[in-house]
């Protein structure tokens, strides 16, 4: 920790009336602080580590006292920051949250930024970047799953991985630097023949692995799902089903849905964003264009989407259009209103039906449903086992790192093979190993560092 630190604190917990709610100090005024704002209840003059301490926190400028708390002083360098952390654990309110944060400001501490806790983690070398990242991860998982692979994380298990790699292209530079070294030593014809083997074996096929992980992040992030159809083909009913509350408005009125209405849903264990999006058809309104136009946007960006039919009507043009424009994308063809006399011609209609599965449904009953459910998941997955078995996530910033990573090495092969100068291959090794660094937070800079942390909820 450098002597001049400032020290911060924020309110850790989320503001609201609750049983308790925590603020959170890290730096070097810490000792200071507890002596001036609190009085434990049996007297001591020093505080041990790690303990907790009951005791009353005064205002020092007025004398009054604000709350009993639960007090714990944290002396560096075990703690979440590698400062000195106190943690008072205080009722929980927004005026008595606020009033604790005042005074220990008033005590020489600056609020702090979002992250800023964990961004002193890294920055003092307690965890690297893929931990501080799989922190937001963990905090904002949206399955069971999710969470087990965030922890790993947060443990250092891909950061191990990385560092694995990164001796490994350590290694096989070395040897290309004494290739360059001792030319006349025959090392160069041994690299030659050596050399691009290793960095295919050890480098490019493990990061071929991580990239193809990166689709584990399904369980960390959720998955984009567009509800999108005709209008009145039944997406709110469908939405209101899967959910199993009366979410959105449903009514038999064409274009009752304008807004995007998105909930978070668990289907099958995966985590899904749900969207019930405007019906498309004609527009008569600007209201309604522009919820047309959103549904369209949000077409685009789909991981999934439910494509709802209302089978007790013949194939509009409009049906059409949406299942055409999901092609390329995970869809799945929902059949509703199963419970109406059928007016589908099927057969007429045979090469578009053929371009994704269908399930056949009724929303207003409720038939059809779990295997809607299991057809969502076998889609979403493809039928792909190893995304559960995968032990990293990498996230798209990882990826992008990994994907750049990649290429640098596998130029350094062809070069290899193609006697291109070992001066050209060690610096595609070079860049190889810098595009690993950025993962890890070697060689990020400020401006990543600053955005990755800016993702922070205060008081973490
Ligand atoms: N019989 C029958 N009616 C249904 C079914 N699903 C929905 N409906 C009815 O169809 C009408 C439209 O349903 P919504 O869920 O509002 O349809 P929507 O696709 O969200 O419509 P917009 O928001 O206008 O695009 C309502 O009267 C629903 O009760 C179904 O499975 N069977
Ligand atoms: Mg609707």
Redesign the pocket.
């Known amino acids: 920790m450098s002597p001049d630190q400032d020290t911060i604190a924020a309110i850790a917990t989320p503001i609201g009336q609750a049983g308790i709610g925590i603020i959170r100090i890290s730096g070097p005024l810490c000792p200071e602080i507890v002596r001036k704002i609190f009085r434990p209840k049996n007297p001591t003059t020093t505080f041990k580590s790690h303990r907790l301490y009951l005791g009353q926190l005064y205002d020092p400028s007025s004398g009054n006292p604000i709350d009993e708390v639960l007090l714990s002083f944290m002396r560096r360098p075990h703690t979440y920051t590698r400062e000195d952390v106190v943690e008072i654990n205080s009722h929980s309110g927004y005026a008595l949250l606020s009033k604790i944060l005042e005074t220990v400001l008033d005590q020489g501490v600056r609020l702090a930024r979002p992250g800023e806790f964990t961004l002193r983690a890294f920055l003092n070398g307690r965890i690297d970047l893929t931990q501080a990242e799989a922190v937001i991860d963990l905090i904002n998982s949206q399955s069971e799953r999710g969470i087990y692979l965030s922890s790993q994380q947060v443990q250092g298990s891909f950061r191990a991985d990385i560092e694995r790699l990164r001796q490994a292209a350590i290694g096989i530079l070395a040897h290309a630097e004494v290739a360059i070294d001792f030319p006349e030593e025959e090392t160069d014809t041994v690299f030659r023949k050596e050399g691009a083997t290793a960095i295919e074996k050890e480098l490019i096929a493990p990061i071929e692995g991580f990239i193809e992980a990166h689709k584990s992040r399904i369980w960390v992030d959720g998955i984009n799902t567009v509800i999108a159809?005709?209008?009145?083909?039944?997406?709110?009913?469908?939405?209101?089903r899967l959910l199993n509350e009366q979410r959105?408005?449903?009514?038999?009125?064409?274009?009752?849905?304008?807004d995007i209405i998105e909930s978070t849903i668990n289907i099958e264990g995966i985590p899904l964003r749900l969207m019930?999006?405007?019906?498309?058809?004609k527009v008569k309104n600007e209201v309604e264009r522009l919820g047309v136009d959103l549904t369209k946007r949000k077409l685009t960006e789909a991981d999934f989407v439910l494509i709802?039919i209302?089978q007790?009507r013949p194939l509009g043009r409009d049906d059409r259009d949406i299942i055409l424009q999901s092609q390329g994308k995970r869809a799945l063809i929902v059949m509703?209103?199963?419970?109406?006399p059928p007016r589908i011609d099927h057969e007429a209609n045979a090469e578009t039906f053929s371009l994704f599965p269908s399930v056949r449904?009724?929303?207003?009953?409720g038939q059809g449903l779990d295997t809607l459910k299991k057809a969502m998941k076998d889609c979403i997955l493809g039928g792909r086992s190893d995304v559960t078995s995968s032990h990293a996530a990498p996230n798209l910033r990882h990826r992008r790192a990994l994907s750049d990573a990649l290429q640098f090495f596998k130029d350094a092969v062809s070069e290899t093979r193609e006697e291109a100068p070992m001066e050209i291959v060690a610096l595609e090794l070079k860049s190889g190993l810098d595009a690993l660094g950025e993962i890890t937070g070697e060689t990020t800079s400020e401006d990543i560092l600053n955005s990755i942390f800016s993702q922070f909820c205060l008081g973490k």
């Open positions: 159809g005709r209008v009145n083909a039944g997406k709110s009913s469908l939405l209101n959105a408005i449903v009514t038999p009125i064409p274009g009752t849905t304008r019930d999006t405007a019906g498309i058809r709802v209302d007790s509703n209103k199963i419970d109406l449904i009724s929303a207003l009953t």
